[in-house]
């Protein structure tokens, strides 16, 4: 939350000076601006989430307010993993109608349950079992986008997640009334890795 506030203001000020006053001797074209985008994305770190979208009615409309959730499991070798993902943030558009480019800045968190399979309990002279960890990652997204216009949209994101997430996890597990800790390696979820989350995905949706 710390690093989310200065990439806000940083958003904000952007906005206030890149605003255009777009004059015309004879009138003033005013286009009806769609304020509530309601869609989904698919991509990573999100697999598939909900989408909403507000376009907030000052800074000449570029300024919007976004949120995203999504939950997915999914098998990784022998390890189930169940992921819950919420982002929220701001995107300020570079024109004043809710769409085409824009820069995005939002707090991206995803939530991990592991369980490892088929453990060997005593170095393999014991019985084999299952043991679960959480991890819990929270990230700073910075992004670029795309929106197209009208009541169907498509949009476009990439961007990046700072945040720093270990390489292994440390658990206990239980089996036959046999304790033990053990230390795996992080599964390989797509766009996560030890420097950050690789943010990006194709969204689809309707506007209001």
Do not use: W
């Amino acid at each position: 939350m710390k690093k989310f506030i200065p990439a806000l203001i940083l958003l904000i000020s952007f906005s206030i000076y890149g605003q255009e006053i777009i004059e015309e001797n004879d009138s003033i074209t005013v286009e009806k601006i769609k304020r509530l985008s309601l869609g989904v994305k698919v991509g990573v770190p999100n697999i598939a989430s909900l989408n909403g979208e507000l376009i907030l009615p000052f800074a000449g409309n570029r300024i919007s307010a976004y949120f995203d959730y999504g939950a997915f499991n999914f098998p990784i070798d022998e390890t189930d993993i169940e992921t819950t993902y919420t982002e929220y943030g701001v995107n300020l558009y570079f024109n004043g109608n809710g769409k085409g480019f824009y820069l995005s800045a939002g707090n991206g968190s995803l939530s991990t349950n592991y369980t490892f399979n088929n453990l060997d309990f005593e170095d393999g002279s014991g019985p084999t079992g299952s043991g679960s960890t959480e991890l819990d990652i929270d990230a700073v997204n910075l992004k670029l986008g795309l929106k197209t216009g009208g009541t169907i949209y498509l949009r476009l994101e990439a961007g990046f997640g700072f945040t720093s997430i270990p390489e292994t996890l440390t658990f206990t597990a239980t089996s036959n009334n046999i304790t033990q800790t053990f230390t795996e390696d992080l599964p390989n979820i797509p766009g996560v890795s030890s420097d950050g989350i690789l943010v990006g995905n194709l969204g689809l949706g309707f506007s209001f």
